[in-house]
């Protein structure tokens, strides 16, 4: 069983980077898919971008393409998500998740309840 631990988030002004980290604490990603989700105040749980560790293949969302990125670090069994030019409607609690039997088609794995570990969440308030 795979526990995952969020850090990064924090207050930012519009426009200014902000890396999150998702590190496996037990086990390895190995095999797993990874997501990323966020809680906007107020609003459900939507997905942001996932990737299939073993693959190295990434979905994003249409609301992020282009403006954050997804990576990994493979000695270190971290995800990051790069949050480039962030805007006041991207201030959310963010979640990595994690999938035991990720999809080849990577197109499911926006789907909350594919999700089998979840972690505790990371603040990101964006100030305009």
């Known amino acids: 069983q795979v526990q995952l631990v969020e850090s990064g988030g924090g207050l930012v002004q519009t426009g200014t980077s902000l890396r999150l980290s998702c590190a496996a604490s037990?086990?390895?990603?190995?095999?797993?898919?990874v997501g990323w989700f966020r809680q906007p105040p107020g609003k459900e749980r939507e997905f942001v971008a996932a990737?299939?560790?073993?693959?190295?293949?990434?979905v994003y969302t249409d609301s992020v393409k282009g403006r954050f990125t997804l990576s990994r670090d493979n000695a270190k069994n971290t995800v990051y998500l790069q949050t480039n030019s962030p805007q006041p409607e991207d201030t959310a609690v963010y979640y990595c998740?994690?999938?035991?039997?990720?999809?080849?088609?990577?197109?499911?794995?926006?789907?909350?309840?594919?999700?089998?570990?979840w972690g505790q969440g990371t603040q990101v308030t964006v100030s305009s």
């Open positions: 998740a994690a999938d035991k039997h990720p999809p080849s088609n990577l197109k499911p794995m926006s789907r909350l309840t594919r999700y089998d570990y």
């Open positions: 037990r086990g390895t990603f190995s095999g797993y898919g």
């Open positions: 990737i299939n560790w073993n693959t190295g293949n990434i």
